[in-house]
């Protein structure tokens, strides 16, 4: 029998899930200056800058035999989805795109279940498949008159969870013991080197001297940055080492919730269909904790 969740995790879980749900529309306003790449690239540039210090006073408690796991944390858990959330918000409207995000904690279950030797049940896998048919119906059907009927923008998102999955998932099993700073901080110092190197060779100091509105996209993405990616990936690094992989990545549950009243106060299309396959994947992933 798994034991109780302490209080303190379940208000972690509902303050995730309102940063992270307020994220998208952070998001969406900073592509109307920079371009997809530039926005996920600063956004981690900045978190290296911020995380940086931390590294440094927290050198020594780095288990540097454990880095390679470190830096799948710091790819899959950040680098990545940034980068396909971006992309996928050039086509997709915040609501959709955390409506998407919802898998999280079904693909956590699955890749647990195949390669972390998570117990196999019959209705975590019932929960998994019936909220990978909410996705498809989000995709295959609501794309028409989201994305114009491009799919692999709606598969984006999609992608994103997976690498959630992995990285939560090699937190809880191989990375338990590491102080959330500690982990935080040398993940983001491990892939901040390269996302500076994509954030300059993409034309973004061009777009800072030319752009109108260059600073004001700047202050999203700035914000975006310190509150989404610094704050809430120390605080969720805690929620998996507190709880467990599956429990901290059902953050997934609020994220769309609050990304979809942000978009209907901004006046986002959002149909039928999408609700619909909302609430299959919610109830999928109700089945699969059961």
């Known amino acids: 029998m798994e034991k109780s969740v302490p209080r303190i995790a379940w208000i972690m879980l509902v303050g ?17 200056v920079f371009s997809p790449i530039q926005v996920a690239s600063l956004r981690i540039s900045i978190a290296f ?47 959709i ?3 998407l995000g919802a898998t999280t904690p079904l693909f956590t279950l699955l890749i647990g ?8 049940y019959r209705n975590r896998v019932f929960g998994v498949l019936i909220g990978l048919i909410g996705t498809l119906f989000i995709i295959l059907l609501g794309e028409q008159e989201v ?9 984006l998102p999609t992608l994103a969870t997976l690498c959630y999955a992995f990285s939560t998932n090699t937190i809880k099993a191989k990375l338990q013991e590491v102080h959330p700073l ?15 190197v994509v954030l300059f060779s993409s034309g973004f100091l061009e777009v800072m001297s030319t752009h109108e509105r260059a600073w004001e996209g700047f202050a999203y993405v700035a914000t975006l ?49 999408h609700l619909i396959g909302l609430v299959l994947i919610l109830c999928g992933v109700y089945l699969s904790r059961r």
């Open 16 to 32: 995730l899930g309102v940063v992270w749900g307020s994220a998208y529309y952070l998001m969406s306003k900073s592509l109307e």
């Open 49 to 95: 800058a911020a995380f940086f210090p931390v590294f440094l006073y927290r050198f020594k408690e780095i288990p540097w035999k454990k880095v390679h796991f470190i830096l799948i944390v710091g790819a899959l858990g950040s680098s990545f989805p940034a980068i396909f959330f971006a992309l996928a918000q050039t086509k997709l409207t915040s609501s």
């Open 97 to 99: 795109t955390g409506v």
């Open 113 to 120: 279940m195949l390669f972390f030797a998570v117990p196999f």
């Open 147 to 155: 994305i114009g009927g491009n799919m692999l923008f709606a598969l």
């Open 182 to 196: 500690t982990l935080s901080s040398s993940a983001f110092v491990l892939v901040g080197p390269l996302m500076l």
């Open 225 to 273: 940055s310190l509150s989404a990616t610094v704050i809430c990936s120390i605080f969720y690094f805690a929620l998996i080492q507190m709880t467990n992989a599956v429990f901290a990545s059902t953050v997934a549950y609020l994220i769309p919730m609050v990304a979809t009243i942000i978009g209907v106060i901004i006046g986002e299309p959002i149909t039928l269909v």
